[in-house]
């Protein structure tokens, strides 16, 4: 079982990333999907997270409004579309799987993680 983060980069404040996971070896459609991230220093946090059938999201506070999750079952893929980027959303941002199909906030629910990619926002 592979997931693999991409979309990461150097983006200036105000602006727009899509972040993608495409997760491999097993179908993960009855699978809750979420996204972390951790800052140098700081813990690793909750961001989002989306529920097997992509019905049910939630977000972390200091991203609602901005950050969108969502899903494509069929391409076995997860989706976070980030925008009005500020400097403290720059950490590198995992995604992960839970295999109870709900959308958790909390990381130790979650059996599989993803390698990570940096987003930096410069000021």
């Known amino acids: 079982v592979q997931l693999q983060a991409s979309g990461g980069g150097l983006v200036q404040a105000g602006g727009s990333l899509r972040l993608t996971c495409a997760a491999s070896?097993?179908?993960?459609?009855?699978?809750?999907m979420g996204w972390f991230r951790q800052a140098p220093g700081k813990e690793r946090e909750f961001v989002a997270s989306i529920n097997w059938s992509g019905g049910t999201t939630n977000y972390a506070d200091s991203v609602k409004g901005r950050f969108t999750i969502s899903r494509d079952n069929a391409k076995n893929t997860v989706y976070l579309q980030m925008n009005s980027l500020k400097p403290d959303d720059t950490a590198v941002y995992y995604c992960a799987v839970n295999p109870s199909g709900f959308a958790a906030r909390v990381g130790w629910t979650y059996n599989y993680w993803g390698q990570g990619t940096q987003v930096t926002v410069s000021s």
């Open positions: 070896g097993r179908t993960f459609s009855t699978d809750g």
